[in-house]
Each structure stands twice: as structure tokens, then as C-alpha cells.
């Protein structure tokens, strides 16, 4: 394969390189557009002269690159709803946005559950009689008593709109960020009992696969199901995750199953698969057999994300699979990479911001991996039963998606299961039937005519699915975890892995070179991420609620100091990523002190105690912690301090009586709370 002989990828990079551009470094749209234009009419010209003398040369390809980049970073200032002038930013200032106000929004979606909230995504219609528009997330505290919001529902409450919070810790998940490409940039928490319900809801084709999806799991209840068995069928069946168990989740995460929980390409690939076969006696019309199935399995794939509820993710695996079906259809390698690229090129059109979905980025790179390495590995080897073809296809096509996806799972989640080709070669030759089955029992149960031998038999087959991915699961040894992986190291594994697939396909000593010089490469970049490591050296103080948390880190070792205890979860929570970013070793928690001397600063810990007079210590930085009872004026004026620290285990009230005397006397103020952890290099 020559990559660049396929049509479109020229055209798909370069808005690919526009969207980054556009998302990193805004500029005014107007600006882009008169860029585009005479980017458009410098390539009018370019072909007029090249038509004349049939030659296309270096500025013609450059031309043409230029206008995609500048289409990419159009359509990133298109799509923001920021530029919209009735979008709620633009129409309140954000000293007035914190206020309490009327707000009128209706449900879009519903989101995955925490322990404490239910969330969904709502779209604001008015705020204070003024119509606007934007999408927010709404938070409803959990009881046991109050219902799940229906989509499309309208609601009225009288509330504040707050920025979505930003990781208090270093290197914790940025939820903030994450919304930020979903285009949300603030949330609304509401108890149950202040939600005004108008009773005329929002109809759309949203609230319609909503309605038919509660209707179906109505139905499902109705028989012998498990409340685990029905959350995996709608897990992979109706594409919603929402009621899957934490346990559950984690399991199949740990055996690398996780993709099997998520309508994606995955399952809309053995879909499509599985309708060929189905609708092959529709070949005997000879001169129309195969434009006839190709037409009615594109709409039953459609068919079928509309019964998963045109998630986003099922909306990217049916538009990706339905343009593969198409270059099937022409039965041309060329045209499947060309159909995949032009279904990219459409989605991203449609939203530019799902170059930064991780499902997006996975599923792409895992159907391009089956296409182009699976075919690599297949002729290695070439079994003669039919058990053995089968299970062959499926090893190979199970190695050359996880090869294909491995760099940037190890980028994104830094941990790999090693057996994750068990679990996938004990169940993805049977998906094809479980899904199939299990689109059956949705429909039978759906009609009330699903037999509840089949229903039992179905949970049987489900239960050991779960068995299968448990046990795998297990096996602790087998999963590694927290492994450090920087952005230069993802760039150089695809630059090994491609050239060792070009390798095994055709070898030569010039791709013998190049493996040669990536595996050196990756070496001294790993000798030398290793001596940067060393050589990080910072004190952190934490933001813990209710508990004081001093980190040191040294010869990648971080000691924590905390009050109390700390949970094991909490732990996990606090200190993963960090230590994961910085290829620390969490040792151990030892009791805090009163004073600690670290880089030439002394610090002195202020605790409930409220004892500060401790002699001959000269403080440059005080951690007030457990919310002391003190005159923090005379403490200044007594100590003399540089610095003054306020962490999570002081009430917020305390807080801010400090924080303002320290603007009197002109001393800086760190409450964690709203400035994330003190780190001290």
C-alpha cells in the first residue's frame, strides 16, 4: 500500500491539521475566510496555468493543502456556539452568570451516573425571560425517591450557572476540558424538589429513540433478566452504558474487552457482516443482487442506530461502516481506504471537535489497522479446516486491532492487559451470534413474543460472557498498569509499528534501516525521559477535603505526610496520575509534623491546635490546615511570613476571612480550593 497515492488523504490530513490549528490558536473567522477565498482563487489560477501546460507542480499541492487547513480551523469557529450571538455567554457577563436565575432548559441526554449525582446534558431555551441558547450540564443529587428525567422533557428552576470545576490536583482528569469539546462550559445543580416540570415536552428524534428504548427495557423487565443482564444488553445492543456496575466495567476494561460494551465499529462491522449473509439470496437478481443489498444493509444499520438512540458514537460507526460498505461494494482496497477517509472528512464536517474524542481517534485507527495489517498477518499463514481459518481470522484480526490501537491506549489509560487476546478469541467469534440473538430477544421482547426459554438461555450466554471476562480480569499478573507514556514515545511506536509492518510485507534492508534507527531512537528517548524523571524535585500540597496531604517527591519516590489517614480509594484518586506522569513510586504515609524545611523555605503547619510560637522558626510559607482558631493578623505580624497556604481540610468560611486579610496585608494567598494543589519546585 502507497499512502500517498489514495485520493482524499492530502485533502483529510490537512483539515485534520486545520481543526488542531483552528482549536489551539483561534483567530477571527473573517480572517479565515478571506485565507480560504484567496487560498481557492490562488488554486483557480494554479490549474488554469497548469491546464495549459499539463503540469500540476509544488505550489498547486500547496494551494490545495492550504485551503483544507484553513477549511479545518473554519469549521472549528463554525461549530463553537460562542460565536453564536444569542448563546447565553455572550448575552450575560460572567459576574452575572453566577447569580441565581430563572432558567428554562429541556433534557438532551442522559449521562452515566456517579455515585452522588444524575447528570444530563440540557439545552438552555430561556435564562431571566431573555431566549437564548447553549448547552449546560445539569447535576441532580441522588434520593430515593425522585425518577430519571425523560429527554426531551421541559423544566424550569431557579438556580446559578457555575463553570464546570477544574482539576484541583496535578495530572487528574480534566473534566473541564473534556466538556469543553462537547461544547459545555458550565453546569447547574438542582435538588429534585426545586425542578418546575411543564409537561410539554421537546419533541425530537432524540426524545423519540428515548421513549422506544424505556419501552424496550419495560418489556426486557418483564422477564427472567437479571438487573446485570440487562444492563449488558443495553450496553451492546441499545448502546447505553449508563446502568452497567463500576465492577462490571473495570473487569471488562481489565481483560481488554472493554470494546465490547460499546456500540461501535466493533459491533456495527459484525452487523454489516452479519446482514450480507443474511440478505445473499438476494444475489440470484443477477444485475441488481448487489447494489440490492447494499442499499437495504445501509438501512438497517441505520435502522439500527436509530434503536441505539444515535449516540454519538453509534452516529460515527454507522456513517464510518456505511461508507466501507460502499467501497466494499466496488471491491477495491483503494476505495475501502478512500470510503473511510471520506467518512472521516464527513463526521468531522459535521463536528470538528470529535478529533479530541478518544473513541473517535480508537475506532479509526483500529478498522484502518484490520484493513491494512490484518490481510499482512493472514498470509503468514493459511489453515486448512474450517475451525481453523475461523479462529486464525479472528486471532489476526484481534492482533492487528489492538496493534493498531495499542500506542495510544498506552497514551491515554497507561495500563495493557496481556491476555486480552483470550478474552477476545473466546468471544468475538461468537459476537457475531450474540448480537445477532440478542437483537432478536429485544425485538421479540419488545412484541411480547419472546418465549422465555430463550430469554433464559440468552442471560446463560450473557452470564458467561461475564464469567469468561472476570476470570481473565483476574489475573492480576497479567495486567500492566501505570505505565508511563509521553506524547514523543506515542509518535515513535506508530513510526516503529509502520515500519515493521511494511517490513513483514515486502522486506528490505532500506525498512530494516528505519527499524533500526526508530529502535535506537526510542532507547536514548527513554534514557533520557528516565534522567528527567530523576531530576524532578517538588513538595506538593494537596487539595483533600477534610485532610491535610504533603507530598514529596524525590528520586521518583513520593512520601506523603497527611494528618489522618487515607483510603485506599482516595489515594488512588489523590495520587495515580501524578505518580504515573512523573514514573513515581507511591511509598508510604507517614504522620505530619509541625514544620518541614524543603529547598532553603521553611513551612510551618498551623493545625486545629492553633500553635504557631515555636522557636527559632522563621517561616517563609504557612499551611493553615484543619481550620485553626487564630488572629491570622497577629500571625503575620508575629512571623513575618512570605507565603500563606489554605488547603481542603479548613472550612470555606475560614477561607475567606483569610484570604481577604492577606489582601489587606499584602501577603499571597493560596486556598486550594480554587487554585488546585501549591506545588513548591
Known amino acids: 500500500m502507497r499512502l500517498l497515492n489514495i485520493p482524499f488523504l492530502i485533502i483529510v490530513a490537512s483539515t485534520l491539521l486545520g481543526i488542531l490549528l483552528g482549536y489551539y490558536f483561534p483567530t477571527e473567522i473573517y480572517i479565515l475566510f478571506i485565507s480560504f477565498f484567496s487560498a481557492i482563487i490562488l488554486l483557480s489560477i494554479l490549474w488554469y496555468r497548469s491546464k495549459k501546460i499539463f503540469r500540476k507542480g509544488f505550489s498547486f499541492s500547496m494551494a490545495t493543502i492550504l485551503i483544507f487547513i484553513t477549511f479545518g480551523a473554519i469549521l472549528v469557529q463554525i461549530h463553537n456556539p460562542k460565536n453564536d450571538a444569542n448563546h447565553y455567554t455572550n448575552l450575560f457577563t460572567k459576574e452575572n452568570l453566577v447569580k441565581e436565575k430563572g432558567i428554562q432548559f429541556y433534557i438532551k441526554e442522559r449521562l452515566k451516573p456517579t455515585a452522588y449525582y444524575y447528570k444530563y446534558v440540557v439545552s438552555i431555551i430561556i435564562i431571566d425571560s431573555t431566549i437564548t441558547k447553549g448547552n449546560v450540564l445539569l447535576q441532580i443529587p441522588k434520593d430515593n425517591t425522585q425518577n430519571i428525567l425523560d429527554v426531551g422533557g421541559i423544566y424550569t428552576s431557579y438556580t446559578k450557572l457555575r463553570p464546570i470545576p477544574q482539576p484541583l490536583n496535578p495530572e487528574q482528569f480534566d473534566y473541564a476540558r473534556y466538556l469543553s469539546t462537547q461544547y459545555i462550559f458550565h453546569q447547574i445543580t438542582i435538588t429534585p424538589d426545586k425542578l418546575i416540570d411543564h409537561h410539554n415536552p421537546k419533541k425530537s428524534i432524540y426524545r423519540l429513540t428515548d421513549q422506544i428504548r424505556k419501552h424496550i427495557n419495560y418489556r426486557l423487565s418483564q422477564y427472567p433478566f437479571t438487573s446485570e443482564q440487562l444492563a449488558i444488553i ?19 476494561r481489565d481483560a481488554g474487552a472493554i470494546h465490547i460494551l460499546a456500540v461501535s465499529g466493533l459491533h ?12 445473499k439470496p438476494l ?17 438497517l444499520l441505520w435502522c439500527f442506530a436509530f434503536m441505539a438512540g444515535l449516540s454519538s458514537s453509534v452516529l460515527r460507526a454507522v456513517t464510518m461502516f456505511t461508507f466501507v460498505a460502499i467501497g466494499m461494494h466496488i471491491r477495491s482496497k483503494t476505495s475501502t481506504y478512500n470510503a473511510l477517509l471520506i467518512s472521516m472528512f464527513l463526521l468531522l464536517c459535521w463536528d470538528p471537535l470529535l478529533l479530541f474524542s478518544v473513541g473517535f481517534q480508537l475506532s479509526y485507527l483500529a478498522v484502518f489497522a484490520i484493513i491494512w495489517i490484518q490481510p499482512i498477518f493472514a498470509k503468514r499463514y493459511e489453515p486448512k479446516g474450517y475451525i481453523d481459518k475461523k479462529l486464525w481470522d479472528t486471532f489476526t484480526v484481534t492482533i492487528a486491532a489492538q496493534l493498531g ?35 432478536i430477544v429485544v425485538i421479540g421482547a419488545t412484541l411480547g413474543l419472546l418465549p422465555d426459554f430463550l430469554a433464559i438461555t440468552y442471560g446463560s450466554i450473557i452470564d458467561t460472557m461475564n464469567t469468561i471476562v472476570g476470570w481473565v480480569a483476574h489475573q492480576n499478573s497479567f495486567i500492566i498498569t501505570k505505565i508511563p507514556f509521553s506524547g514523543i514515545l506515542l509518535l515513535l511506536l506508530y513510526f516503529l509499528l509502520i515500519t515493521s509492518m511494511l517490513a513483514i510485507k515486502k522486506f528490505s534492508y532500506q525498512r530494516l534501516y528505519e527499524i533500526g534507527f526508530g529502535f535506537v531512537l526510542l532507547f536514548c528517548i527513554l534514557i533520557y525521559e528516565k534522567n528527567q524523571y530523576k531530576k524532578t524535585e517538588e513538595l506538593i500540597i494537596f487539595h483533600h477535603q477534610r485532610n491535610t496531604a504533603l507530598g514529596v517527591l524525590e528520586n521518583q519516590k513520593l512520601n506523603i505526610y497527611s494528618k489522618d489517614s487515607i ?19 507511591y511509598t508510604t504515609t507517614q504522620p505530619l509534623k ?39 493578623d497577629r500571625v503575620i505580624n508575629s512571623l513575618q511570613p512570605k507565603q500563606i497556604i489554605a488547603d481542603g481540610s479548613n472550612y470555606k468560611s475560614f477561607m475567606h476571612r483569610w484570604e481577604l486579610t492577606c489582601i489587606q496585608k499584602n501577603i499571597p494567598f493560596h486556598r486550594t480550593d480554587k487554585k488546585g494543589a501549591y506545588i513548591l519546585k
Do not use: M, W
Not at 415 to 429: A, C, G, W
Not at 568 to 580: A, P, V
Open 405 to 439: 490501537i495499542l500506542p495510544l491506549s498506552l497514551f491515554y489509560f497507561h495500563q495493557f492487559p496481556i491476555l486480552f487476546f483470550i478474552s477476545n478469541l473466546l468471544i468475538i467469534p461468537f459476537l457475531g451470534g450474540i448480537l445477532g440473538i440478542g437483537i
Open 234 to 252: 443495553n450496553a451492546l445492543i441499545l448502546g447505553q452504558r449508563q446502568d452497567l456496575s463500576q465492577e462490571t466495567f473495570s473487569e471488562y
Open 567 to 585: 483510603p485506599d480509594k482516595t489515594k488512588n484518586f489523590l495520587f495515580d496520575e501524578y505518580c504515573i506522569t512523573n514514573n513515581a513510586e
Open 268 to 279: 456495527v462491522g459484525i452487523l454489516l457482516i452479519l446482514l450480507n449473509i443474511l440478505l
Open 594 to 632: 509541625n514544620s518541614y524545611q524543603y529547598k532553603e523555605k521553611n513551612i510551618l503547619i498551623i493545625d486545629s491546635s492553633g500553635i504557631y510560637n515555636i522557636p527559632k522558626l522563621k517561616p517563609d510559607i504557612i499551611l493553615l490546615s484543619n481550620s485553626p482558631k487564630i488572629h491570622l
Open 283 to 299: 444475489l440470484r437478481f443477477r444485475k441488481h443482487g448487489k447494489l440490492i443489498i447494499l442499499i437495504l444493509s445501509i438501512i
